[in-house]
């Protein structure tokens, strides 16, 4: 069964920390996705990666890095979290090529007091 | 820029009963891709469908049916005889084929099918 696995469902952390959050794919995706998602303002792209040590910017880049050493792995990086980012985070992928259907992970709920 | 809108924020129904979730984009290219997705409680997103802009065939599956008209910009999605399995949140997406391959999703529609 392909998947998309994200290395926690629940996490807190305080204003001003670095926070991680790992995805890992096992389908050998060349895509890989970072969304985060917010009542009312459905999924919002935050970065995008077509291939190892690629990225681009998606929609809400600001506050957010990540990093693509291996193709399967794609993280997001929290340089100094705040109270704003609280949100559920979506992790993504896909074969490249646009009509390509992404697969999610079950996602993160990211609180930050 | 391309723009996906899904007006209705939450819709109620009662078991068996049809109904109809709106999507309307906006895309400046002549080629392009729509998808719908199913997020259900338990929070995953799943694919749903996929249609080019170029295929305006209606398309069903089971109890679930598309309907795609260029001409309006939409891209509806029936459900017909609904169940309780069906209550979820469902997207509509736009996938671009300029540049990479970025993916804007509308807000979403909240079903809740009731027994």
């Known amino acids: 069964d392909v998947k998309v696995t994200q290395s926690s469902r629940y996490l807190v952390k305080r204003t001003g920390e670095k926070v991680f959050l790992e995805c890992v794919q096992d389908m050998d995706h060349e895509n890989m996705f970072w969304y985060r998602q917010d009542p009312g303002l459905g999924l919002r792209l935050i970065y995008f990666s077509y291939d190892v040590k690629m990225k681009e910017k998606g929609d809400i880049p600001e506050g957010y890095s990540v990093s693509r050493e291996k193709k399967e792995r794609f993280s997001l990086i929290l340089e100094s979290a705040s109270t704003n980012q609280t949100s559920m985070y979506l992790c993504?992928?896909?074969?490249?090529?646009?009509?390509?259907?992404?697969?999610f992970g079950p996602g993160t709920r990211l609180t930050v007091l | 820029a391309q723009k996906v809108t899904q007006a209705q924020t939450e819709i109620s129904v009662v078991e068996k009963e049809d109904v109809t979730l709106d999507c309307v984009y906006e895309?400046?290219?002549?080629?392009?891709?729509l998808f719908w997705y199913k997020q259900p409680p338990s929070g995953e997103l799943v694919f749903l469908i996929r249609?080019?802009?170029?295929?305006?065939q209606n398309e069903i599956s089971g109890r679930y049916s598309w309907n795609f008209q260029k001409s309006t910009s939409s891209f509806n999605f029936t459900i017909t005889a609904s169940q309780v399995v069906d209550s979820a949140v469902y997207f509509c997406a736009l996938s671009s084929t300029r540049g990479y391959q970025k993916v804007t999703f509308g807000t979403g529609t909240k079903l809740q099918v009731i027994p």
């Open positions: 895309t400046r290219d002549t080629t392009y891709y």
């Open positions: 993504a992928s896909s074969l490249r090529g646009e009509n390509n259907e992404q697969f």
């Open positions: 249609r080019n802009s170029f295929d305006e």
